[in-house]
């Protein structure tokens, strides 16, 4: 960023939301800073009183970019006294840019003009209220897992389509006009997590532009929601955290006047074929009524499933491949 960016209102706000990310936010810092732009932006960074050194790094790069950085550092965790929506109650309500970013700590971006890609397409089409992107999963050491394409091609899609789509967008790639974020309806508050809820009414409100390029790594590690959900009583977690979504998008069907009534039974189904798929209910994923849902699998996950309720144990043998990216 040139110096006469720095002193213009910023174009972009950067959310950085971190917890407990000593190990990984440098990286996160240093793809938000690297980035190339004609334009200037502002960094939030909002740290819910980690115990750990993330702070400290924090403080770092405040130092380095003081003109462009604005840190809340709590000193009492906000998650536990019942805040949930931070980047919302602490990042979207003050940014000044035209369009927010978004970026946790265990997570970065790895393409150095990625915001110049996304706003230069949102500034070309104001009908889009969200673009996304490809993403990398990665280990915690950084290395590549997955790739995590939602699309097989760089594309707008409808608010149907997103509400259909079979696997979602990464929270890392979102950028998002400030404008539409800084109210949001009520069923955004109280949901499982963040970011189907404002995916689902930045979609109603217009389209979603998705580019099929790989510009951030999201990051797998031992303290993340996801490794949470896969531990324990599986199941039973598996179940109620499937039931929230289900919740919420009856919300947002009521929300919309059903004006997408048959994309959100759909996704309804998906979400509880997706809970067979979870415990490996082989019959329940066959069920006749995740028919649609089933089809939009990948080919030999479909082999795979079938062969698992007639052959479950070729089927375990041969996991890696069918369920293979």
């Given at each position: 960023m040139s110096e006469a960016n720095q002193e213009k209102k910023p174009v972009v706000s950067v959310s950085l939301t971190t917890y407990q990310h000593e190990k990984?936010?440098?990286?996160a810092l240093e793809g938000i800073y690297s980035q190339k732009t004609d334009f200037p932006m502002e960094v939030l960074i909002h740290d819910d009183a980690s115990p750990d050194g993330t702070q400290e790094i924090i403080r770092e790069y405040e130092k380095q970019y003081p003109d462009i950085t604005r840190c809340i550092l709590q000193t009492e965790n906000q998650y536990q006294k019942g805040i949930r929506t931070t980047n919302y109650t602490f990042n979207f309500l003050r940014a000044e840019g035209k369009y927010i970013a978004i970026c946790e700590g265990d997570d970065y971006w790895t393409d150095p003009k990625k915001l110049q890609k996304q706003v230069s397409y949102m500034e070309a089409h104001p009908e889009c209220h969200l673009c996304v992107h490809a993403v990398a999963d990665v280990d915690e050491q950084g290395n590549r897992l997955t790739s995590l394409h939602s699309c097989s091609e760089s594309k707008?899609?409808?608010?149907?389509?997103?509400?259909?789509?079979?696997r979602g967008f990464a929270f890392v790639s979102f950028l998002v006009r400030t404008?539409?974020?800084?109210?949001?309806?009520?069923?955004?508050?109280?949901?499982?997590?963040?970011?189907?809820p404002l995916v689902l009414y930045l979609a109603s409100l217009g389209t979603v532009y998705y580019i099929d390029e790989e510009m951030a790594n999201y990051r797998h590690h031992g303290g993340s929601w996801t490794d949470a959900l896969w531990s324990g009583d599986i199941r039973?977690?598996?179940?109620h955290h499937l039931d929230r979504m289900i919740d919420l998008y009856r919300q947002f069907d009521t929300y919309t006047g059903e004006k997408y009534h048959e994309s959100v039974e759909f996704a309804i189904q998906k979400t509880n074929?997706?809970?067979?798929?979870?415990?490996?209910?082989?019959?329940?994923?066959l069920n006749p009524a995740y028919?649609?849902?089933?089809?939009?699998l990948p080919i030999t996950a479909r082999i795979g499933y079938r062969m698992g309720a007639v052959l479950p144990g070729l089927y375990h043998f041969l996991k890696p491949f069918f369920m293979k990216k």
């Open positions: 990984y936010v440098r990286e707008a899609l409808s608010t149907d389509e997103v509400i259909r789509v079979m404008e539409d974020v800084q109210k949001l309806p009520d069923f955004y508050f109280g949901a499982a997590v963040g970011d189907l039973e977690k598996l179940r074929m997706e809970y067979c798929m979870g415990v490996e209910d082989f019959r329940g994923i028919k649609e849902a089933f089809r939009q």
